[in-house]
């Protein structure tokens, strides 16, 4: 029997075949058609994409889906918060620009809007900025952010937190070793070796998988000694008298005892660990280690600007930034919004869901945030003599991004704290590996 | 009933029967079965090539521009390519991506055989010791990593106090550079010993014992037999193992990344760690994929090298 006759079965297949091929393209018309983020329909306001990351706990992602939900702008302008993950943030950010399917505004890494700005996708926040001079909001800032921002084509972002790397203690293990706060480099070897001989790491830091806190902390060191990683004209510039100082320092400390050599492994999670196990005395870190400890009693405290052996202070600090996107349905929807989330941040250091520090004054100010001094004492004394990581310069470049957890720097940290490497050979290394991501 | 056998073959597709003279082949006929059955696969085959070949002729492209994360960037031809050949950092991480491969490959298949020919004696327990040996492979790597990461550490972690109490000092098990690649491919046959475990039994389950028995009464030795009988009749299975390890380990990235980051100093980094690193920390994705494609060059090689052996070892 041939299976091919009868035309009843030829009719079937081909209708069978139609049918599929219909149900194949469904898919592809609905995909098609997607525009600018959020662009509502004719006639109606425009809704803005707003791209938030975790800076905080749960509470704080919450609040801020919640305050940006309930915006409601001129003309009906609308704003829907989306929380994107820290891993692999920049990836995603990456692909949204590239696709033109991202957000019309967001927070970001230190480097992020830089990095936008070059590939165009950015809008200059130039005319927010006169605005909020206008207003008067402009001088409630803390004097410097807005400088951070600030490139040949315009203002990148705007500002509205800080992150800083601060001299953090354990006051019970500095007692117990009978000794002060350090106040320069001297005394700092000195506290270290006294909490040495207690049984105390004197320095704690890390430069293992992920942990950026060892090598963020060396060049907030260099920063005190009136060094970095750049020139004055933004040009790579690491084998400096002052650097090589640097680095001698903390030879001086590997030999001492004072740093662990174990930490050239350690993870940010075996560092917490340690200080949380009052092995630590002393380390740079973030103004709310106490917080990221769970700790609630003083015994972690924020010490003064170190003293550099020239007699410079200084340290390395994060603006960490909003920025505007070119992919808006309307600009001047996304300066309002910003202008007016510029404002109402001041809610998350009220309710104590953000650690971080504030850009502005009137925040500083605040009876909830004045009750932390250690937070306060960072805005206060740390603040003023803080530099970007692009010091010696003040301009800010996107490539930046790839020096700063890039694979020279770590390793450069790690050879430092294994304390083995010739000073002027470490920092020759890491112009060479700086100069090549550039 | 009617043997179709009998019937003389129908030349359903115009093929000239041999010794006849040619009046020309009839073209094949496409038949609308063949079209029907081409449009039910055309939309799988779209798909695999949507998944597989798109990303693959992507990343070539890409291999040939010096782009970043956002843009494709100019193209550089075969740059990127001259320049991972003539980089100290890839061959570096190409000699410790060999060390690496070595130890798990063997190390593993060693102590993998072993377990398997313990577990064909029959030891009380045997059941439960099958299940707990699986356990390496099994748990997902990042809590391994998590677990690994928690005993060798730090100066007071377990395993550096045990050396320290029988008079190795302060080990550094992480931090030394040595130390920490010694660590990493422990940490890889630890985990991998299970898989070629359960690809040994499985082969050596398809040894016929009559050979054995055989060998025996021909008055062969336990190692006559191990080396003459067993390994040959499981070569096959051998080979393909190493194969499959190979890739492993080679591909390997949570492994070295979750323990050691690739370091210190670069001493763990292996070349798909390095690929990683070139793309996502320095933002130089035409030459880390280069990298990548320079890696499954030689990936490509070795199993076929190795896929020789496999034809080679068929015993008649």
């Not at chain 1, 425009?46 to 702008?73: C, F, I, R």
């Not at chain 1, 105390?200 to 009136?226: D, F, K, P, R, W």
């Not at chain 1, 709310?288 to 009693?297: A, G, I, W």
């Not at chain 2, 570096?92 to 190390?107: E, I, S, W, Y």
Request: charged share 15%.
């Amino acid at each position: 029997m041939d299976v091919f006759s009868g035309n009843s079965r030829n009719v079937s297949r081909r209708g069978f075949l139609g049918f599929a091929a219909a149900a194949a393209s469904l898919p592809l018309l609905a995909s098609c058609g997607s525009g600018a983020s959020g662009a509502s329909g004719s006639g109606g306001g425009s809704t803005l994409k707003v791209w938030d990351m975790p800076w905080g706990p749960t509470e704080y992602t919450n609040a801020a889906k919640s305050l940006v939900n309930g915006y409601s702008g001129q003309n009906g302008a609308k704003a829907t918060y989306q929380s994107i993950q820290w891993a692999n943030y920049y990836q995603t950010f990456a692909s949204a620009v590239a696709s033109k399917t991202g957000p019309a505004i967001s927070s970001g890494g230190g480097f992020q809007a830089f990095q936008f700005a070059d590939q165009g996708a950015i809008a200059y926040a130039d005319n927010l900025v006169a605005s909020l001079k206008k207003s008067g909001s402009y001088d409630d800032f803390l004097p410097g952010t807005f400088d951070s921002l600030k490139t040949d084509k315009g203002y990148v972002a705007v500002p509205w937190q800080l992150d800083m790397r601060v001299l953090s203690y354990r006051k019970s293990l500095l007692d117990k070793a009978g000794v002060e706060a350090p106040t320069n480099w001297d005394s700092f070897v000195t506290v270290g070796k006294a909490l040495k001989k207690i049984g105390v790491i004197g320095y704690g830091t890390a430069t293992g998988a992920g942990a950026l806190i060892g090598e963020q902390s060396i060049l907030a060191m260099m920063i005190n000694n009136g060094g970095g990683l750049f020139g004055e004209d933004g040009k790579p510039d690491c084998v400096t008298d002052r650097n090589i100082e640097t680095l001698q320092f903390f030879q001086q400390l590997s030999r001492e005892g004072i740093i662990d050599p174990a930490a050239v492994s350690y993870t940010s999670a075996n560092l917490n660990n340690d200080w949380k196990s009052k092995k630590i005395g002393m380390g740079f870190s973030v103004p709310s280690l106490k917080s990221s400890l769970n700790e609630t009693d003083d015994d972690i405290q924020i010490g003064s600007p170190l003293e550099g052996p020239h007699g410079d202070k200084g340290t390395l600090y994060y603006v960490n930034n909003l920025m505007m996107y070119t992919n808006t349905p309307s600009q001047q929807a996304s300066e309002a919004f910003l202008a007016w989330y510029l404002d109402q941040m001041k809610d998350y250091w009220q309710k104590g869901l953000l650690q971080a520090l504030p850009v502005r004054k009137s925040i500083v100010n605040m009876p909830e945030f004045q009750k932390d001094a250690n937070n306060l004492k960072a805005v206060k004394e740390w603040q003023p003599v803080a530099k970007t990581f692009a010091a010696r310069s003040t301009k800010i470049v996107s490539a930046l991004n790839a020096v700063d957890g890039g694979q020279a720097f770590t390793s450069f940290a790690q050879q430092v704290l294994q304390g083995q490497t010739d000073p002027k050979t470490a920092l020759a290394t890491l112009q060479k590996g700086i100069e090549s991501v550039m | 009933m009617t043997s179709t056998m009998l019937r003389p073959a129908k030349r359903l597709h115009g093929t000239s029967p041999a010794g006849r003279g040619s009046a020309g082949r009839r073209p094949r006929r496409i038949t609308r079965g063949g079209v029907t059955l081409t449009a039910l696969v055309a939309p799988s085959i779209l798909l695999l090539l949507l998944l597989n070949a798109y990303p693959l002729i992507n990343a070539a492209v890409q291999a040939l521009h010096n782009g970043t994360l956002i843009g494709e960037g100019p193209y550089v031809g075969l740059d990127n390519f001259a320049k991972a050949l003539a980089d100290p950092a890839f061959w570096k991480a190409a000699q410790f991506t060999l060390v690496f491969t070595l130890t798990g490959v063997f190390g593993s298949w060693v102590i993998g055989l072993a377990l398997a020919l313990l577990m064909r004696t029959k030891i009380p327990g045997s059941g439960i010791f099958k299940v707990l040996l699986l356990l390496p492979w099994v748990v997902p790597v990042v809590v391994s990593a998590t677990s690994w990461n928690w005993l060798v550490a730090t100066s007071s972690s377990p395993v550096p106090i045990l050396a320290k109490a029988l008079g190795f000092g302060d080990v550094l098990f992480l931090a030394n550079p040595a130390l920490a690649a010694l660590t990493v491919c422990v940490f890889k046959v630890w985990i991998s010993f299970p898989f070629m475990m359960l690809m040994t039994s499985a082969a050596l389950s398809s040894v016929e014992p009559a050979v054995y028995e055989a060998a025996r009464i021909d008055g062969a030795t336990k190692k006559q037999m191990f080396t003459a009988i067993t390994l040959p009749l499981i070569a096959r299975s051998t080979y393909i193992s190493w194969i499959l390890m190979t890739i492993f380990c080679v591909n390997d990235f949570p492994t070295i990344y979750l323990l050691t980051g690739g370091g210190p100093v670069d001493a763990t980094t292996s070349l798909v760690v390095l690929a990683y690193r070139v793309v996502f920390q320095n933002f130089k994705t035409g030459y880390g994929v280069a990298i990548a494609f320079l890696m499954t060059f030689v990936l490509i090689v070795v199993s076929v090298v190795l896929y020789r052996q496999i034809r080679k070892s068929v015993i008649h």
